[in-house]
C-alpha cells in the first residue's frame, strides 16, 4: 500500500455526485425486496434451514475523504422476516464504500447480537461480480464480538460474494464461519434482490441542485 507523504490535504476537485462514481457497487443503489432468502444457522439440534424475506435499503452518502483517501458508498440497512413470522430474524446495518483510486471495496457491517467487522476487497469499476472479506484477530479487516458469542459461538470469518444480473437484481452469497461446541459451523445465506425503489440522489448533491 503506497503511504501517502501529505496525510492531511483532501482532494480539491471531487465530483459531489455520488450515484456517478459508485463503480462496481451502482447496481446496488436503491430499495430492494426478495422473497427466496435461505439462511443455515446452528441449533442445539443440529443446522437449521430456514427460507426469509429481506428488505434492504442502500443510500448514497457524501464523498467521504480521509486526508487525500477518497471513497464513495452507501448507507446500507437490512431487515429480515421469516414467513408468517413478524418477529425480527435478522438485522443488519453499515456502509459499503469504493475508493476509485485503488480499486478498494469495503463493507462494514453490524447486528444487534453484539457483532461488528469491516471486510475488504478489491474490484475495477465496471466488475459485475465481487467480494469482500474479513477475519477473526485481523487489526485492519477484523471482526468484532461480544464476550458470550466470542466464547460460544466464535466468528473466525466472513465473506460475502456479490453478483449483478443484467435484468437490474443482484445476488449474495454469504458464509459466515462460526466455532460453535468446538467445531466450525457454515452459517451460510443466500438471496436474489428484485428493484422495488430508485436510489435518490447523495444530500450534497441535492443540495447543490437549482431548485425548479
Ligand atoms: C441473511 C443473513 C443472516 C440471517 C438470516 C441470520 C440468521 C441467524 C439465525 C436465525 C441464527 C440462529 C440464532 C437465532 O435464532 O437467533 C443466527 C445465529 C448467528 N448468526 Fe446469523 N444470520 C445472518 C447473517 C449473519 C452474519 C453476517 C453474521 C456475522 C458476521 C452472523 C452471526 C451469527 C452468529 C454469531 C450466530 C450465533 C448466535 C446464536 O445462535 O445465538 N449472522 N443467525
Not at 111 to 121: C, E, F
Amino acid at each position: 500500500m503506497r503511504l501517502h507523504r501529505d496525510i492531511f490535504t483532501e482532494p480539491s476537485d471531487v465530483d459531489p455526485d455520488t450515484l456517478a462514481n459508485l463503480g462496481p457497487l451502482r447496481p446496488l443503489a436503491g430499495v430492494w425486496q426478495a422473497d427466496k432468502g435461505i439462511d443455515v444457522n446452528p441449533k442445539a439440534d443440529g443446522p437449521q434451514t430456514k427460507p426469509f424475506i429481506e428488505h434492504i435499503r442502500m443510500d448514497p452518502i457524501d464523498p467521504q475523504t480521509n486526508g487525500p483517501q477518497l471513497f464513495y458508498g452507501m448507507r446500507y440497512h437490512i431487515h429480515i422476516n421469516t414467513p408468517g413470522e413478524a418477529i425480527t430474524f435478522h438485522d443488519q446495518t453499515g456502509y459499503w464504500l469504493w475508493e476509485p483510486a485503488t480499486g478498494l471495496i469495503l463493507q462494514t457491517l453490524a447486528i444487534p447480537r453484539g457483532q461488528s467487522l469491516l471486510a475488504a476487497g478489491r474490484a475495477d469499476a465496471d466488475a459485475r461480480s465481487f467480494s469482500v472479506s474479513a477475519r477473526r484477530g485481523d487489526p485492519t479487516y477484523g471482526i468484532t464480538s461480544t464476550e458470550f458469542l466470542d466464547r460460544n459461538f466464535r466468528t473466525e470469518s466472513y465473506r460475502i460474494e456479490i453478483t449483478c444480473h443484467d435484468d437490474d437484481s443482484w445476488s449474495y452469497l454469504t458464509a459466515t464461519e462460526l466455532i460453535v461446541e468446538g467445531k466450525p459451523f457454515d452459517h451460510h445465506d443466500s438471496n436474489r434482490l428484485r428493484r422495488t425503489g430508485a436510489p435518490a440522489p447523495n444530500p450534497l448533491l441535492l443540495a447543490r441542485k437549482p431548485v425548479s
